[in-house]
């Protein structure tokens, strides 16, 4: 076996935070969605996607590494959102604990000499600047737009960082 029992318990915890971010970003995806603003639903539908896909590189980590996956009780989304600007708010704070997350199990990584988990959490670490990055720039704008959020949604539409359309495929072919 590749993996300690300790770094394999991190991973599969970051398995069910990654599956939680999931099902929260399809809860903000239907909060925008509801309130007629297709671009941002689309954009938090493919930012669901994203962790769903995180979470299955984690999996596929603990299988390759000779480790169990033990997929621990996620937490049900928060649903009850009010504005534009706190479903944002609500990703980029998520976005920011994510990354101390990987912190974390990088941390430990390298305290266990593990150069092949330090490699493969290399890239989730690049990774978690640009979904903070793209959460700020995201909020920003938000904020920007005040009482007019089709102003933002308008602007996740012809954005060069966000490819909203890929985010609309996806869930069409859904």
Excluded: C
């Amino acid at each position: 076996m590749l993996i300690s029992k300790e770094l394999e318990q991190a991973i599969n915890d970051q398995v069910g935070r990654e599956f939680g971010a999931s099902m929260q970003y399809v809860s903000i995806a239907a909060y925008f969605e509801g309130d007629d603003l297709p671009n941002l639903g689309a954009f938090f539908y493919r930012q669901a996607d994203e962790e769903r896909m995180h979470a299955m590189k984690f999996v596929q980590y603990i299988l390759d590494a000779g480790g169990q996956v033990r997929i621990p009780d996620i937490p049900a989304a928060k649903y009850d959102i009010v504005s534009a600007e706190e479903a944002v708010q609500l990703a980029l704070e998520w976005e920011l604990e994510v990354t101390q997350q990987i912190n974390n199990l990088m941390s430990l990584a390298i305290s266990q000499n593990d150069y092949i988990a330090q490699d493969f959490l290399r890239w989730f670490v690049t990774e978690q600047l640009e979904e903070v990055s793209t959460m700020e720039t995201l909020l920003n704008i938000v904020r920007r737009s005040k009482d007019n959020v089709l102003f933002a949604d308008d602007y996740l539409a012809r954005n060069p960082i966000v490819n909203v359309n890929e985010g609309l495929e996806a869930t069409a072919a859904e």
